[in-house]
């Protein structure tokens, strides 16, 4: 027995020195505690992209719809307690969108070159470089008070950010947050469905949690109708998260989703988005535009922008 234990533990010490070599620690080995870290006077940027197409057919006739956006989501950090609870002011600093739908010009807005937005943007342009919330955040990114400075942030969701586990979590642990949507009916009358997101700790590497996201409805759902309001909330993805740092470097979150009788028999909707968000560092005062991303801010749920105006 004795022979065989050497070999085995040696094997065993050499693999471990292998994986840390590689800055990867197996799962099941360590805990890691995912706290979000700030400091007074400082400026977090983020580039938010998104990117949506939305195909529906109602009655033999098809339409489409095609938006994309960029915008620079800012949070500046006025104050931390002690026990890392931060209060900061979150603005959107510029914004370019591009959208295109079925018999009907494109139209575009850029809030660093254009003077005038087109119709339908004005409020999307007094909502830019101006205080959007002053937000009240604990270390594991729970909402603890926010104030809105402008009546374009009123109609966001509570969660700005990946909510982060109570307690420390190995690799291949996961943990999860509720969210209650509320969808109209047809009868006028309001229903409440439970969701939530779940989210699995897949690895560490060199300080970076990896993270993966997926929506879950949790209430029964067989209309239609509601799945097609419940789409936009529903998606899936990953997040790179800084362990030292605190924060967030980049995220994606995207859906594709087929919906078939959201308005009657015959009809269908196919909704395809994309959205990214990258940590910008210092002396970025402006996102790098995406070549092919013209823009609009995020709308999901981690995103408190201003929302380009639906036009049907």
Not at 97 to 106: D, I, L, N, T, V
Not at 115 to 140: F, N
Not at 186 to 207: A, I, M, N, P, Y
Not at 276 to 304: H, I, Q, R, V
Request: glycine share 6%; aromatic share 6%; proline share 6%.
């Amino acid at each position: 027995m004795k022979r065989c234990f050497a070999p085995a533990l040696a094997g065993l010490l050499f693999l471990g020195l292998i994986q840390s070599l590689a800055g990867e620690v197996p799962a099941g080995t360590a805990k890691y505690e995912l706290r979000y870290k700030f400091k007074p006077g400082e400026v977090v940027m983020t580039e938010v992209v998104h990117r949506a197409n939305v195909r529906t057919t109602i009655q033999g006739t098809t339409q489409t719809a095609e938006t994309r956006s960029c915008s620079t989501k800012t949070w500046k950090i006025e104050s931390v307690d002690d026990a890392g609870v931060a209060t900061f002011t979150h603005l959107v600093d510029n914004i370019e969108m591009w959208q295109k739908a079925s018999g009907r010009q494109e139209i575009s807005y850029n809030s660093q070159t254009d003077e005038t937005p087109p119709p339908g943007y004005e409020e999307v342009a007094r909502s830019v470089g101006v205080p959007l919330s002053i937000v009240t955040m604990d270390p594991r990114g729970t909402i603890v008070k926010r104030e809105i400075a402008h009546k374009g942030a009123m109609n966001v969701s509570t969660q700005i950010t990946m909510p982060l586990p109570e307690e420390p979590i190995a690799i291949g642990e996961t943990w999860s947050t509720p969210i209650e949507v509320e969808v109209s009916l047809q009868d006028g009358s309001f229903k409440k469905v439970q969701t939530r997101q779940q989210f699995t700790l897949e690895s560490v590497t060199d300080g970076i949690a990896h993270v993966a996201l997926d929506s879950q409805v949790l209430t029964p759902i067989n209309d239609p109708s509601i799945e097609a309001q419940l789409v936009q909330r529903m998606s899936s993805g990953w997040v790179k998260f800084d362990l030292d740092a605190g924060r967030i470097v980049s995220q994606q979150l995207e859906l594709d989703k087929h919906i078939v009788g959201f308005n009657g028999p015959a009809s269908s909707m196919h909704y395809v988005t994309r959205v990214t968000e990258t940590l910008l560092g210092e002396g970025d005062a402006s996102a790098s535009k995406s070549e092919d991303a013209p823009s609009k801010p995020a709308a999901d749920e981690t995103a408190e922008s201003p929302s380009a105006p639906q036009r049907k």
